[in-house]
């Protein structure tokens, strides 16, 4: 079974950085990469992707302040998010689409809370 493992959320003031990582336990053909991410009493929404050739897309809010990035060999995803600001509070999943036996599925990490104070 795999299993996806999040690390690098916290408290940071705004105009701060902070990197999530996020990597999948076991022999796996990941295609696209994603991080997503859930306020308090809102829905989850997309943050950034990217597939498995590195093409990358951005939520507007974040374009120019994030980026997104992954290892095919260790299907590892990180977020690098800089300049962050109090609306980039919220708990981040990323996610992982796969291919096994010809049957595609996705795995969800288990949320990383970041924070960030005025």
């Known amino acids: 079974q795999v299993q996806l493992v999040e690390s690098g959320g916290g408290l940071v003031r705004e105009g701060g950085s902070l990197k999530l990582s996020c990597a999948a336990s076991?022999?796996?053909?990941?295609?696209?990469m994603a991080w997503y991410r859930q306020a308090p009493g809102k829905e989850r929404e997309s943050v950034a992707t990217?597939?498995?050739?590195?093409?990358?897309n951005y939520r507007d809010s974040v374009n120019g302040r994030f980026t997104i990035s992954r290892d095919n060999v260790m299907n590892i995803v990180w977020l690098q998010m800089n300049n962050l600001k109090p609306e980039d509070t919220g708990v981040y999943y990323c996610?992982?689409?796969?291919?096994?036996?010809?049957?595609?599925?996705?795995?969800w990490g288990q949320g990383t809370q970041v924070t960030v104070s005025s």
């Open positions: 996610n992982m689409d796969y291919i096994r036996r010809g049957s595609p599925g996705t795995y």
């Open positions: 076991g022999t796996i053909y990941i295609t696209n």
């Open positions: 990217i597939t498995r050739d590195g093409v990358t």
